[in-house]
């Protein structure tokens, strides 16, 4: 049994009347947590509902997207050319006020057109710091699977610490900061897959799919006029982000919940049809997502429908199969989905 009301939220957590988070000590009036997650939801869907008029018929998709963004996270979108991978990752950009950079990968690509060089200042006689693209909010890296494996590691650091190290010096990335990251399942010849290592650095991998027949329907009507990523309108600022961010931090897990996810991720390192189960670092990501949703919904507390929602995007791309489990087509998704019908779910008091 879990009681989902007990939790001291801090007071300083204010939300003016433009729906701008801050941290205003000296504020007038301290609103209730159920206020701040209503108009944590509101945002929420004014930024489902402008991408969404890019991405038609795709709203699971684009929120989960979102969960990543305000869970501070990172998103591997995998799918077949031509089902809008890329365009979800502009329009998130698209409708947030942030820094966003695009980076092609290609076998020739180096670390350093990622993370940026160190170059010697002839005027000061010294070497001088040359940010790369990762120095944005939103950061685009588009088809990773087509980099060597030494490019793609050079995203390790930042996307887990969110800082670059070179020539031992630390230079923070700006916040909020989230990776989004492509790649083709089918076109493999040139390709290096992704190693568990970075995998595991990703928040969720989700697929986008086709549209439904309406909505492709609409997206023919709407060529060439219809809306385009340029011309969306801009409905959160980088500031409101960042403050939303804090928000999720407060949403409330009671200890049942926590005892679900933690009995989740700890069952799929025994069961016999995986190899590798999730990390510690898989049920961390479990639980931040799980905020962001019930924040997302309206609430300031999480529920176990939250975590069971989640967890094939967050943890199924961390399983290893047995080669026995693969043989028989067997996936992690699948497996998951039985680790989680047989096990219990913690009741409301």
């Not at 698209?94 to 993370?115: G, K, M």
Request: net charge negative; charged share 20%; aromatic share 6%.
């Amino acid at each position: 049994m879990y009681n989902h009301e007990q939790q001291t939220y801090g007071q300083d957590q204010t939300y003016n009347h433009e729906q701008t988070y801050n941290h205003d000590p000296a504020a007038p009036a301290q609103q209730h947590p159920q206020q701040l997650a209503a108009q944590f939801a509101q945002r929420f869907q004014l930024l489902s509902g402008n991408i969404e008029r890019i991405i038609r018929g795709k709203r699971e998709a684009i929120e989960l997207a979102l969960i990543c963004l305000f869970a501070e996270g990172h998103l591997l979108i995998e799918d077949v050319p031509g089902t809008g991978k890329t365009t979800l990752a502009r329009s998130i950009a698209a409708s947030v006020d942030a820094e966003w950079r695009r980076i092609q990968f290609t076998p020739d690509l180096l670390p350093s057109d990622i993370t940026g060089v160190s170059i010697f200042n002839q005027a000061h006689q010294k070497f001088e710091f040359h940010h790369g693209p990762v120095f944005a909010n939103i950061v685009l890296a588009d088809e990773i699977n087509r980099a060597s494996p030494k490019t793609q590691s050079a995203l390790l650091e930042v996307m887990e610490e969110r800082r670059v190290t070179v020539d031992a010096e630390p230079h923070p990335v700006p916040r909020p900061f989230l990776v989004v990251a492509t790649q083709n399942p089918v076109d493999m010849d040139g390709t290096y897959p992704l190693p568990e290592a970075q995998l595991d650095r990703f928040l969720m991998q989700i697929s986008v799919g086709y549209p439904d027949h309406v909505s492709e329907v609409e997206v023919l009507k709407g060529m060439p006029t219809g809306p385009q990523v340029e011309r969306l309108p801009v409905v959160a600022r980088a500031s409101d982000v960042a403050g939303m961010i804090d928000f999720a931090t407060r949403i409330h897990v009671a200890d049942p919940v926590y005892d679900y996810i933690v009995a989740l991720c700890a069952a799929t390192r025994v069961n016999p049809n995986l190899r590798l189960g999730a990390s510690p670092r898989g049920s961390l990501a479990l639980l931040r997502a799980a905020r962001v949703k019930a924040a997302a919904a309206g609430r300031h507390y999480v529920v176990p429908e939250d975590v069971k929602a989640l967890a094939a995007p967050v943890i199924a791309h961390r399983l290893i199969l047995t080669p026995e489990a693969e043989l028989r087509d067997a996936t992690a998704a699948n497996v998951l989905g039985e680790i989680l019908a047989g096990m219990p779910v913690p009741q409301a008091a």
